[in-house]
């Protein structure tokens, strides 16, 4: 093995952060390697303080540190002044955990959460001292492969990617592992053993082998993606565990040294949503819904803080307000403080229809952490298009059960640039946030609203995939009618996503595999960490894409037609695709559709498909707030459902 | 009830912070079940009292943080002071060990205002070390030792040589000892006014280590916040 921590002391002593790079974190491991153990290096392509607690990783590293055959260290990119270093001194990609050279390892293994950190991928592969196109590695080269969100459209990384896994990756990691060790201890040695085991693990259910299809175009358009090879799916379906039960990971939570984003415990209460919320990609390719049991969620609560010293816990998922058994949950965390201190309780993505006076009661029991509700969009038509069927009353109660429970200062969420938008929409973001204050201000002296707009991005997946997304300046524009709306009124802030940025995440987001060529480009011209604004850099993107004659505007700005192949037609979230093509009919005929946790099946393919169903411990909504949650609905038109087990054509 | 701890920062952990060391004690003592006494207010914190900092990548065999604990209920003791070393130490990353624990007066002066100096050792990188200490011995041969500093933007003109209060080289180290007050010196300042400059040892794949912390009473006296009195489990957990 390649210890590199002697060559690397002198190097950390001259860049920032250099607590970054040294592992020690409680709940980590110094795995022992050997012949027999498949190594995975565990890569988050950002830095380590975005990167330590994704949950998606440490969940991997546990369960793969579990197995006797398998071993798992983690790294994290390498800050722009670590890595010149590195480069400088003929020092690879290390591990954190044994400082362990990146080639040590079987398989390098990358979370893809956000599009932006396509470059850094490929300068991680490189660090790593591997080829970066995956056609040009050897059998001395390790396995490169990538699981996460992102992966659902993996083309414009295809070119890098050796395997991509789609889903749930508790269950297919170890049948990953199998695969992989058979071609380690037969030597990876034969030119034909880096094909053969692509091929064998192209077998596997949710992995997904780029190389292994051909991509066929007709001028700009895209025709097909078939596979090569006989046993070699046509469509890849994604991964599902049916029991979160099963899954109580992690169990040993890493508890950094140094500061990071989400610094507390997160217990993730339930996986999956189905809301329908038509702009949210996470609500979509993750369903069913599948809670966590309570008692298992007081377990993992109390055992975590016993064990990590937090004072504080995240109950995670994509809407936790809507966990049946959340007001209880809370409140016995509040009243029961562990270690001799009080625990507070942060509830990220709190919807404001479910949120009760009685939660917001509860959480300011124990010390308060910040709020933040996510309406995202400005005006009921608006809400309705997204399927996000909260009135403003709904808001209007839970801000002001937020002030009257002594919060101060409420962030609001909102996209622009979302599909049927008009300025009067985009003008009622402003109003929101100005009665939001008016409200404040019977409870406050002071009150402060914060409010945060972020350029829409249609994801694949979505009902929203066929839309094309607002241009630059488009969103310059409306981001500028919010700006003079809201200038005078004072106590609302407003903070913006730069829509440069979102433009070029909307070109990852749907892009096909011509894109790796501009990837390339980008990260040969210094353009690593284009997630952070310092770094970002628009015009390396616009260059990249005219030396190799492609057209940002067709890829990003373009909507797509019924019968357009989509690049990820051949891979599967379980979504019918007709499914999302009703859904975006019904989003432009402003039709709200339910939530299938608590009303019968409209049959979107995600159960059905995989004979799995909603774990849901109550059967009746949680009360208070509106879809599904107790409100009158006979005023908005919902679209009637199609009965449940009606055979669907899958997919044009 | 305030008690006092001496630890150690040695080994990978060197590189954190500060405030990371700050964030990492408090957690352990979290996880100890200690009967922390909570600041009062809105967002109660613990109350700690930390030492002077120690740079990041610098090593200490003395650093020192004094923690309050509520009293225990008539005979029983709240704290059981002498198992705080291996119970704290168990609980802390590789490389932090606490060495010592002590129930002090609570009216003592506190650290960062008690501490009159500090006792470091510089590793000699790339150097002859006979010629450095022939360098050392031209700098305590002066009466001053003029330096221009940057304080809040403007340039502060002062004389490090009073704050030089030891300065020798053995074997291939620079041992020093360096007043905090009331003008402290770093020992990159001190490296910087050689001839040649020398450059921070640990960028040089050296070691800087803070050896000592010391007290000086009215009367010229030196003692430390605490004797180190090294645990056995000290050997076993440095890395």
Redesign the interface.
């Known amino acids: 093995m390649t210890d590199v921590?002697p060559q690397l002391?002198?190097l950390?002593?001259?860049v920032q952060?250099?607590?970054r790079?040294?592992?020690?974190?409680?709940g980590s491991v110094r795995p022992e390697h050997g012949a027999g153990k498949v190594a995975w290096l565990l890569v988050y392509p950002d830095t380590y303080e975005i990167g330590l607690p994704n949950q998606g990783l440490q969940i991997l590293y546990e369960i793969l540190n579990e197995r006797p055959d398998a071993v798992a260290e983690r790294t994290y990119a390498p800050w722009v002044d670590l890595e010149a270093e590195l480069r400088a001194h003929g020092l690879p990609l290390f591990s954190v955990d044994t400082h362990r050279a990146a080639a040590d390892f079987d398989v390098l293994a990358f979370n893809l959460s956000a599009e932006l950190v396509y470059t850094n991928v490929l300068n991680c592969i490189d660090l790593a001292g591997a080829p970066v196109r995956a056609a040009d590695r050897g059998p001395e080269h390790p396995l490169v492969c990538a699981g996460g969100h992102c992966t659902y459209n993996p083309e414009p990384l295809a070119d890098f990617l050796d395997f991509v896994v789609l889903g749930d990756g508790e269950e297919v990691v170890s049948e990953i592992t199998d695969v992989v060790r058979a071609w380690k201890t037969s030597g990876r040695n034969g030119d034909r053993s880096r094909p053969a085991v692509l091929r064998e693990l192209a077998s596997i259910p949710g992995v997904y082998v780029p190389s292994m299809y051909d991509v066929r175009y007709e001028g700009d358009k895209l025709v097909s993606v078939t596979p090569r090879f006989d046993g070699v799916p046509e469509r890849v379906e994604k991964r599902t565990i049916a029991d979160l039960a099963e899954w109580p990971y992690p169990k040993q939570q890493l508890?950094p040294?140094?500061?990071v984003v989400h610094d507390r415990l997160n217990v993730e209460v339930f996986r999956g949503c189905t809301r329908g919320c038509r702009f949210c990609q996470a609500g979509m390719i993750t369903r069913p819904v599948r809670e966590r049991p309570l008692e298992q969620v007081r377990t993992m609560v109390d055992a975590g803080l016993?064990?990590?010293?937090?004072?504080e816990v995240a109950l995670t998922s994509l809407s936790t307000a809507d966990f049946s058994d959340i007001e209880p949950l809370v409140r016995d965390i509040i009243a029961d403080p562990v270690?001799?201190?009080?625990t507070s309780v942060s509830l990220p993505s709190l919807r404001v229809d479910a949120f009760t006076v009685g939660i917001a009661t509860e959480i300011q029991k124990g010390?308060?952490s910040g709020l933040t509700f996510a309406p995202e969009a400005g005006s009921w038509r608006m809400r309705q298009v997204i399927n996000k069927l909260i009135r403003e009353d709904d808001l209007y109660g839970a801000v002001g059960s937020a002030y009257s429970q002594g919060w101060r200062r409420v962030k609001l969420y909102f996209l622009t640039g979302l599909p049927t938008e008009t300025d009067i929409d985009t003008l009622g973001i402003a109003d929101l946030a100005r009665n939001c204050i008016e409200i404040g201000r019977e409870h406050a002296k002071n009150p402060s609203v914060t409010v945060s707009v972020g350029g829409f991005v249609p994801k694949p997946f979505t009902p929203f995939q066929w839309f094309g997304q607002n241009t630059v300046s488009e969103l310059h524009r409306k981001i500028g009618l919010l700006r003079d709306s809201v200038r005078k009124q004072r106590g609302v802030q407003l903070k913006w996503h730069d829509p440069k940025a979102t433009a070029i995440e909307g070109l990852a987001s749907r892009g096909d595999r011509r894109l790796g060529a501009v990837i390339e480009d980008v990260w040969r011209h210094g353009g690593t960490f284009q997630e952070w604004s310092e770094r970002f850099d628009l015009d390396l993107w616009t260059d990249a894409m005219a030396r190799h004659g492609l057209d940002l505007d067709w890829y990003v700005y373009r909507h797509r037609t019924e019968d357009e192949v989509l690049p990820w037609d051949h891979l599967s979230a379980g979504l019918h695709k007709d499914f999302l093509w009703q859904d975006w009919r019904d989003a432009l005929a402003e039709v709200g559709l339910e939530d299938c946790r608590w009303t019968p099946c409209y049959d979107c393919g995600a159960c059905t498909g995989y004979s799995i169903e909603h774990i849901v411990a109550s059967a009746t909504p949680p009360a208070g707030g509106s879809q599904g949650t107790g409100q009158d609905l006979q005023f908005v038109e919902l679209r009637s459902r199609p009965r449940a087990g009606t055979p669907v054509e899958v997919g044009a | 009830m305030r008690v006092r701890l001496r630890f150690t920062k040695s080994g990978?952990?060197r590189?954190?912070?500060h405030?990371?060391v700050a964030?990492?004690l408090?957690?352990?003592?979290?996880?100890a079940?200690?009967?922390?006494t909570?600041t009062e207010g809105?967002?109660?914190r613990?109350k700690l009292h930390f030492g002077l900092a120690l740079s990041?990548?610098y090593e200490s065999l003395g650093e020192y943080l004094d923690f309050d604990v509520r009293d225990g209920d008539g005979e029983a003791a709240a704290v059981q002071v002498s198992a705080l070393p291996a119970q704290l130490t168990a609980?802390l990353?590789?490389?932090i060990n606490v060495e010592t624990a002590a129930v002090i007066d609570p009216r003592e002066t506190s650290l960062q205002q008690a501490v009159t100096s500090c006792s470091w050792q510089l590793s000699i990188v790339g150097r002859e070390p006979a010629v450095v200490a022939a360098k050392a011995a031209d700098l305590l041969a002066r009466d001053t030792i003029p330096v221009t500093r940057e304080r809040k933007g403007q340039p502060v003109h002062d004389d490090l040589r009073p704050a030089i209060l030891r300065l020798e080289v053995v074997g291939d180290t620079i041992e020093t000892e360096l007043s905090t007050q009331p003008r402290g010196v770093r020992p990159a300042e001190l490296l910087a006014v050689f001839d040649p400059p020398m450059p921070?040892p640990?960028?040089?794949?050296g070691r800087v280590c803070r050896t000592h912390q010391w007290i000086t009473a009215a009367d010229g006296a030196m003692r430390e916040p605490l004797h180190a009195t090294p645990a056995p489990h000290a050997e076993a957990r440095a890395s």
């Open positions: 921590w002391e002198s950390l002593a001259k952060k250099p607590a790079y040294i592992g020690l974190e409680d508890v040294l140094t500061e016993r064990r990590t010293g937090y004072d270690n001799g201190q009080p010390r308060r | 990978k952990v590189f954190t912070g405030r990371d964030r990492i408090e957690r352990s003592l979290r996880r079940g200690l009967p922390l909570m809105f967002s109660p613990p990041t990548g609980l990353p590789p490389g921070d640990i960028t040089e794949g």
